[in-house]
């Protein structure tokens, strides 16, 4: 059925009507060509994207006041062409007009013919960081390839799941799952990728076991890729790249072993893979970047090799310890979490240090590029955690500045779901709450409301699926 909206050509037509304004005369305010102007008003010729974007800002009107009419000149007062369409698709996502994009896909695809090119365009808007409408994009692919066992569908649930993940640690880990179902079926470059990801969630989760199970699969794999490189004398242009050089994933990998071990307390077993990530004596290539990555994983195993001493409870390499990243700014702040957790564990006076280092106590997100303790979501749950270690710490010694931190801690726990800190601090709390003061009782029962009203709202939520 054809829509009785006003025509985009009707708006121009009345305009120049109250403008008292020719052909000729909006030619030459517009740039368009007179006849062109002359056949789209006589409906003769259809409206290009360039058109539409002059007409517009010849008539003084804000630049996508058009879109949704234009919707209807694509697919019902023309016929839709994707040389029209696309440049509308990416201006459209640029103005956040997901409404017209819903509205252009839907007609698409229901022609399946389409599902390429909504796909390429999905991919560029996901690298200028267009992700509401790269999402969009991606869904409706996905919806309209899922009886195909195809690449492509596997690559928009890989980019489903980047996109979605955020600070709420229960949807990371539905994420997680519903990815993970499709990582094999991806290029052997993404699967890189994929796993490096898909780590960062289990690693904020204290998944451990899931953990050393992806961590051993990109190692696996990337040294497989990147033996048959060495082997071969050139690379296929068309070759899809990962984010970062293959010896890159090595390295990592062997990195976020050695986390796996020093959680579980087999520090013998990290020191060991430390040693591997240190030495990058192997890798080919011999550039800036390779330096500069090695040079990164040396720092980290020097600093590791002392945090292993501290957390196996020799305390006589706490100082060194500190001393070393007191030097690294961008690493202090996972250093007092360390250091605060170990002094809980062996009962150390470690206030100095505190002091030392207050500044660094409020969270931070300009940390370090790599590394698989600087990743976003990791960081919240280690803040979290690191809050409710400081409240342990003050409170061992009755002393009142702990109900402050537990405070904190639960509030951030909150913030990302993080539901076993928040019982933690729940336990805590209860166990020193003569401690409290009467406004710091009514911040907690707050919080708790707020906790419970969530919890209820993610309950209402799942049964909607069911």
């Avoid at 993940?165 to 539905?174: A, C, H, P, V």
């Avoid at 010896?247 to 990592?252: G, Q």
């Avoid at 809980?344 to 300009?366: G, K, M, Q």
Wanted: aromatic share 12%; charged share 25%.
């Amino acid at each position: 059925m054809v829509p009785t909206r006003t025509m985009i050509r009707d708006a121009l037509a009345m305009y120049l009507s109250q403008k008292g304004m020719s052909i000729n005369q909006f030619s030459r305010q517009s740039g368009i060509n007179s006849g062109t102007l002359s056949r789209i008003l006589s409906g003769q010729q259809p409206i290009a994207m360039d058109h539409l974007e002059r007409i517009t800002k010849a008539m003084d009107l804000p630049e996508d006041y058009f879109y949704s009419l234009y919707v209807d000149e694509c697919f019902y007062y023309s016929s839709p062409t994707w040389r029209r369409l696309r440049p509308f698709l990416v201006r459209s996502a640029a103005l956040g007009r997901l409404d017209c994009i819903e509205q252009v896909v839907q007609n698409l695809l229901e022609n399946l013919v389409y599902a390429p090119m909504l796909f390429e365009v999905a991919e560029g808007l996901f690298q200028e960081g267009l992700w509401q409408a790269a999402e969009l994009l991606y869904k409706n692919v996905s919806a309209s390839e899922k009886y195909q066992n195809s690449e492509r569908l596997a690559v928009c649930q890989y980019r489903l799941f980047r996109i979605a993940i955020g600070d709420d640690q229960t949807r990371n880990l539905q994420a997680a799952h519903l990815f993970e179902c499709y990582l094999d079926r991806l290029n052997e470059a993404d699967q890189l990728d994929g796993l490096k990801h898909l780590a960062h969630v289990y690693v904020s989760m204290h998944k451990w076991h899931k953990v050393d199970e992806l961590a051993k699969e990109m190692l696996q794999l990337a040294t497989l890729r990147y033996n048959l490189q060495r082997q071969s004398d050139r690379r296929e242009d068309n070759e899809r790249k990962t984010e970062k050089p293959l010896y890159f994933y090595i390295l990592y990998a062997q990195l976020i072993l050695s986390n796996v071990c020093e959680e579980i307390g087999d520090y013998p077993s990290a020191l060991d893979w430390v040693s591997l990530y240190m030495d990058g004596s192997w890798i080919q290539e011999d550039n800036e970047e390779v330096k500069r990555t090695v040079a990164q994983f040396q720092d980290w195993g020097t600093a590791n090799k002392l945090l292993y001493r501290v957390m196996a409870g020799q305390y006589e390499a706490l100082s060194a310890y500190v001393e070393y990243i007191s030097e690294r700014p961008d690493e202090i702040f996972i250093a007092l979490y360390n250091i605060i957790s170990s002094a809980n564990r062996y009962d150390w006076n470690v206030d100095s240090i505190l002091e030392r280092f207050a500044s660094y106590i409020p969270y931070r997100t300009n940390l370090a590029e790599y590394g698989i303790l600087h990743n976003k979501q990791v960081i919240a749950n280690q803040y979290a955690r690191f809050l409710a270690e400081m409240a342990f710490y003050y409170l061992h010694d009755k002393r009142k500045e702990g109900i402050r931190f537990i405070l904190q801690s639960l509030e951030s726990s909150a913030r990302i779901n993080n539901e076993s800190n928040i019982l933690k601090c729940v336990d805590l709390f209860e166990q020193h709450r003569q401690l409290a003061d009467e406004e710091e009782k009514e911040q907690y029962k707050l919080l708790i409301r707020e906790v419970q009203d969530s919890h209820e709202k993610k309950i209402v939520q799942a049964s909607s699926f069911l």
